[in-house]
């Protein structure tokens, strides 16, 4: 049974950072593209990063470049989001989510088949 569970959330404040961790269980992380994904009250889900499966390959909003950056460790069947420089409007609920197609468009939520329950960050002082 396929599953993936956040952790690492929190209330920071800006200029801040949070290492949102994704640990996978039921299938191999290395096979499927994992992505992060945001979500805000009234809001439609918002793809963040994605990292592709059998290689290093990333891909970043751009909302968030050169701030987050997304990676996987095998061995542990997880995958990592470390988020720097924290801002108030990265507050939201972040989700990770597992895809076995590859996809150019790994920013759409309906491109994801298992999704893990979320877990909210805040950014604030």
Not at 69 to 83: A, C, E, F, G, P
Request: aromatic share 12%.
């Amino acid at each position: 049974q396929a599953q993936l569970v956040e952790s690492g959330g929190g209330l920071v404040q800006p200029g801040g950072s949070l290492r949102l961790s994704c640990v996978v269980s039921g299938f191999n992380v290395n096979e499927y593209a994992i992505g992060w994904f945001r979500q805000t009250p009234g809001k439609e889900y918002e793809g963040v990063s994605v990292i592709r499966a059998f290689a290093q390959i990333t891909e970043y909003a751009d909302s968030v470049k050169g701030r987050f950056t997304i990676s996987r460790d095998n061995r542990k069947n997880t995958v990592y989001l470390q988020m720097n420089n924290l801002k108030p409007e990265d507050t939201a609920s972040y989700h990770c989510a597992a895809s076995p197609a590859p996809s150019s468009q790994w920013y759409l939520y309906e491109r994801y088949t298992y999704w893990g329950q979320g877990l909210q960050v805040t950014v604030s002082s």
